[in-house]
């Protein structure tokens, strides 16, 4: 095929080429031929282009996408909350156990069972009000948030690293001292009784 | 005010955190998301799935958004790729799918159309468009469908101009010839 025939229905040809071209159909039958078939299906594609639409379809996108939108958010704040809980739970519980420990975070906690953890979550929660997050629209900073907590918490093998990994802003080293001497005697208490380690 | 500085406005507004404008700019710009969305999918259901995936892609990376380029040509971009991932994840999805599941997935093709000579086009024009490899097919839409320029489609797909036009002409003519091949059936 001349590969010129589509460039002229596309109108892709120089206005030269273009009087060039023409000049050449109007005198060779066979190039004539050839260009009729293409120009033929090329109106019948065009034909088919035009279609007449419902325009309902598109009437429902937004609020598709704010529903989705809604849903997206909602189970995003409840992932990060919940992974914040247990994080930071673990970190109270290590740091207001033992100070001075020098055993890994990761040592301390690899014995803990399901309910180990439970308990340590519903101790936290109360607490933790640092990992709401404020502005609904700030899913920035909660992506960031919940990403290094992900990659960070793997790798929890000292006291530092943990500290490290939820916001250095928060001063954990000396959460004890936020912690009040009846709270502290109750989770003693609470501790005593359990065999975490 | 032309399209640019429009577009401009409303991502200013949306970054300010007005969410009207985010609306706004989605329903300027659903039907360009749908339709190319719809001709490189090949169907309803796949384009209005990965019309969400779009709009959420932008929801979440307009705030970055730096008008280095147009919008329009960076929400063709998000389109092109979501389409082209979603098609990939097709191929995946079917290849674990018995002919009996195939069949019913085709029959349960919706249309947005409900005008039976609408539909028979849209039909046909999918089915075309389907035989074309998807790289080609995205070419083929951006330049015939959308009127871009080779050097807009050269941004969006990251091929160099001279190459779009070989594609384009490779695919131009073999819709044709699937035009011919269908009327002859």
């Known amino acids: 095929m001349d590969e010129r025939i589509l460039q002229y229905l596309a109108n892709e040809l120089n206005n030269d080429e273009k009087l060039k071209f023409e000049d050449e159909l109007s005198r060779s039958t066979n190039l004539k031929k050839e260009f009729d078939k293409y120009a033929s299906l090329n109106s019948k594609f065009i034909n088919n282009k035009k279609i007449a639409i419902d325009d309902s379809y598109f009437n429902g996108i937004v609020p598709e996408f704010r529903k989705r939108l809604e849903v997206k958010k909602k189970s995003k704040k409840i992932f990060a909350f919940s992974f914040a809980n247990s994080l930071a739970a673990i970190i109270v519980f290590y740091l207001v156990l033992s100070p001075g420990n020098t055993t890994s975070l990761a040592e301390a906690v690899k014995n803990w069972t399901e309910n180990d953890f439970k308990n340590a979550i519903e101790y936290a929660e109360p607490k933790l009000s640092v990992f709401s997050i404020s502005n609904d629209n700030d899913y920035s900073t909660l992506d960031s948030l919940v990403s290094s907590m992900l990659s960070d918490e793997l790798n929890l093998t000292s006291n530092i690293a943990a500290l490290q990994v939820i916001d250095n802003s928060i001063d954990y080293k000396n959460l004890d001292a936020l912690v009040g001497d009846s709270e502290a005697d109750e989770i003693y208490n609470k501790i005593l009784n359990k065999k975490y380690f | ?185």
């Not at chain 2, 009207?20 to 969305?37: D, E, G, P, T």
């Open chain 2, 1 to 185: 005010m032309s399209i640019a500085e429009e577009d401009q406005i409303l991502i200013e507004e949306f970054k300010d955190g007005n969410e009207s404008s985010f609306n706004r700019l989605i329903l300027k710009y659903q039907q360009k998301i749908y339709w190319h969305a719809r001709r490189m999918t090949g169907n309803h259901f796949d384009a209005d799935e990965v019309v969400q995936e779009v709009l959420m892609v932008l929801y979440k990376n307009l705030k970055k958004f730096e008008m280095r380029s147009s919008l329009y040509t960076w929400i063709y971009k998000i389109t092109s790729t979501r389409s082209l991932n979603f098609i990939n994840r097709r191929k995946i999805k079917e290849s674990f799918l018995t002919d009996d599941d195939n069949s019913m997935y085709v029959t349960n093709e919706n249309s947005i159309t409900n005008k039976i000579e609408a539909k028979e086009k849209l039909e046909k024009l999918d089915n075309v468009l389907q035989q074309l490899p998807a790289k080609q097919r995205e070419i083929f839409i951006l330049r015939n469908f959308e009127e871009m320029s080779y050097e807009e489609i050269s941004e969006i797909t990251g091929t160099s101009t001279g190459g779009l036009k070989a594609n384009y002409f490779h695919a131009y003519k073999k819709v044709l010839e699937l035009m011919d091949e269908d009327n002859d059936g």
